[in-house]
C-alpha cells in the first residue's frame, strides 16, 4: 500500500500523533513513555505558551489505515531574530518530534516538512528540534544502553544514518555528564569549596518555593544574561515560564535549586530535579486508573536512584573569573549533600552542555563526571 502524508490539527489526529511512539518503542527497556495528557499539550497552541511566539505543522503518515510516521515542522518567531552565527537566525526553521516505522516513510516525512518550511519562506532546516530548544534538542547518537532522564529523549540508532542519508550535516553536539554523587569530590574542589565559605562576600542559598514567582523571576534574569551568547539561545518568555512552572512546581525542592549571591546581588543558580522518569515510566502513559495515586505519593518525598541538573547559570560578567567556578563547585556540592542525604540518590546527570562549552565541560571533568549520552543536532539548506 502507498504511504500518505498529510497535515493535521485535529484532537483526534493530535491524540494518534502521541500514541505512536508507544508501539514504535514497546519493546525498548529504555524508552520511558511520557505521560500522554502532558505530551498532548505539548502540541496543543491552547495549552503550550511556546506557541506564542512560534507556529508548527504536525504531519501523520499512514499506510493501510494505520498511522507508520510521525514530524512536526515548526517557525520559532523569536529564534529568527537571533545572529545567525549562534544557530538560528532570519530563514531558519526547525523539524522534530519525529518517528516512522521504515526508512522510506521516514523521508517522506523529512520532505514534507522541508516543503511547509520552504513555504513559510526559510531556507534552512535544523532537526531534530522537539519542539522549543528548551524542551528536547537533538538527536541520541550515544548512550542508548540506559534510560533518559526527565526531559531529555531517546531515539532508534537507526534513524542517525537516516538523517544523514537525507542530506542533514552535524550541526552542534549536545552532551550530559554522569557523575557518581556517593563519592566525595576531589581534595582540590573540596578546598575550592571551603575556601568560599570562608568568602563573607559569599552567600549560597536555598529558594523559597513559597515565593515562587519571585524567585523564578531571579533565576529568569541570570538564565538570560548568562546563556545570552550560546549557540541556540532563544530567550524563555513569560508564557513559556508560566508552564514551566506548573510542570515543574511538583518536583521543585527548595534544597535542590540554589542561587548564589555576592556581595547580597544573585549572580548565579544552580536548579537539581529528581528523575521523575523513574517514577511515570512503569505508568505506561497513563495516570488513570491508579497511576495518578502512585505519583502523588512518590511525589510527597521522592526516592530516586539519580537527580538531573539540567540548567546551571552565573551572570556574563563573572564568567572569565575563578569566582564563576568557585560558586559552580559550591552549589554543585551542596546539592550533592541534599541528594544523598534527604532524597537517596547515587548518581547524578549534568546537562546538557554544549560540547564548546570550555567552562562547563571543565567543571564536569574537575568532579570526575563523565560523558554518557551525546545528542546531534544537523542541519541543511532547502
Known sequence: MPVTIRPIDSKADRK??????????????????????????????????WYSHAKAQLFLAEEDGRVV?????????????????????????????????????FTALLAAAEGWLRDQGM?????????????????????????????????????????ERAGYEPVKRLQTYDLDVTKEFPPLIGRIVAAGERNPRIRIREVDKSKFDQEAAIIL????????????????????????????????????????????KPVAFMITLPDL???????????LPFGWAKLLWWLRAPKVHTMRVPLMGVVKELQASRLASQLAFMMIEYIRRSSIKKYGA???EIGWVLDDNQGMNAIADAIDSHVNKVYQIYGKSL
Open 221 to 264: 534574569a541570570i538564565l538570560n544574561d548568562a546563556w545570552a551568547d550560546n549557540w541556540g539561545f532563544v530567550p524563555l518568555t513569560p508564557p513559556e515560564i508560566k508552564d514551566v512552572g506548573v510542570k515543574l512546581k511538583p518536583i521543585v525542592f527548595n534544597d535542590l535549586i540554589r542561587i548564589a549571591e555576592l556581595d547580597g
Open 346 to 348: 547515587k548518581r547524578g
Open 277 to 287: 522518569n523513574e517514577a511515570i515510566k512503569p505508568l505506561n502513559g497513563n495516570l
Open 69 to 105: 510516521g510521525r514530524i512536526s515542522a515548526h517557525i520559532d518567531t523569536l529564534a529568527l531574530t537571533m545572529p545567525a552565527d549562534k544557530g538560528f537566525g532570519p530563514g531558519v526553521g526547525q523539524w522534530g518530534l519525529m518517528d516512522a516505522e521504515r526508512e522510506d516513510i
Open 16 to 49: 494518534k500523533f502521541v500514541d505512536l511512539p508507544f508501539r514504535l518503542y514497546e519493546n525498548d527497556p529504555n524508552w520511558v513513555p511520557p505521560l500522554k495528557g502532558e505530551a498532548l499539550g505539548l502540541i496543543t497552541p491552547e495549552k503550550n505558551g
Open 123 to 163: 531556507t534552512r532546516a535544523l532537526g531534530p528540534i522537539s519542539q522549543s530548544i528548551w524542551e528536547e534538542p537533538g538527536l541520541l547518537i550515544e548512550g542508548y544502553d540506559h534510560p533518559p532522564t526527565i526531559m531529555m529523549g531517546h531515539a532508534k540508532p537507526e534513524y542517525r544514518g537516516w538523517i
